[in-house]
């Protein structure tokens, strides 16, 4: 089956600092790549759809200069988190599709940020 | 609006069968979507309806009714290691996924 990784599975990062996530498709080629973020006991929230060599599509109420998305390949995207703050801290899950979207979604295993 | 409805918390005994209820209104329908996920762990996906009736997969089946807006996820001979998040999640009519909030499942011995 498709495999999607992610790296780092966690950091620590002072306030202040930016941090990069990782994914990448294995073995198949991610036309579309999510990114979401979870809070504990809480469902996945969509942050934003990124298709391969065009800007990414942010959900309302995420701040694009904040969470830059860079779909690179059709096998890498990246998150950074720029300027993170205490209130960044959470569990951050990407997924690729092999399609424009029609597809399911094959997730990576998460990266667990923790801002102090 | 879009959304997705499913019980917050369910209990069921090791051995047992349990079904998890989604309810969905959305703008479109291109799919049913149930995954699961153990805590600090991401989803890994169980099933995928897109026509009315049951699919089953093993110990897991999955049914849906379009017409109702309605989907259950059934788990049978339930295992200790069942115990999780199963998430709903809806395609609209721009592909894009409604997740549901998620049913935690506690299986007891």
């Known amino acids: 089956g498709a495999v999607v990784s992610q790296h780092p599975s966690r950091v620590i990062c002072k306030s202040g600092t930016s941090v990069k996530i990782e994914c990448r498709s294995l073995?198949?080629?991610?036309?579309?790549m999510f990114w979401y973020r979870q809070f504990p006991k809480k469902s996945l929230m969509l942050m934003a759809t990124s298709n391969e060599g065009s800007k990414a599509t942010y959900e309302q109420g995420v701040e694009k200069d904040k969470f830059l998305i860079n779909h690179a390949s059709l096998t890498l995207s990246t998150l950074t988190v720029t300027s993170a703050h205490p209130e960044d801290s959470s569990f951050y899950i990407c997924?690729?599709?092999?399609?424009?979207?029609?597809?399911?979604?094959?997730f990576g295993p998460g990266t667990r940020l923790t801002v102090t | 609006g879009q959304n997705i409805d499913q019980p917050t918390e369910m209990t069921a005994t090791e051995g047992a069968i349990v079904q998890i209820n989604c309810t969905y209104q959305t703008s479109g329908f291109n799919g049913l979507f149930w995954y699961q996920q153990h805590a600090g762990e991401a989803p890994t996906f169980l099933s995928y309806n897109v026509l009315d009736g049951l699919e089953e997969k093993g110990r897991f089946s999955s049914f849906l009714s379009r017409s109702k807006g309605y989907s259950y996820l059934l788990l049978k001979e339930l295992q200790m290691k069942d115990s999780a998040s199963y998430l709903c999640?809806?395609?609209?009519?721009?592909?894009?996924?409604?997740w549901g909030a998620g049913t935690k499942l506690i299986i007891k011995p």
């Open positions: 997924s690729a599709s092999g399609t424009s979207g029609s597809d399911e979604q094959y």
């Open positions: 073995d198949f080629q991610a036309t579309t």
């Open positions: 999640a809806v395609k609209d009519s721009n592909y894009q996924l409604i």
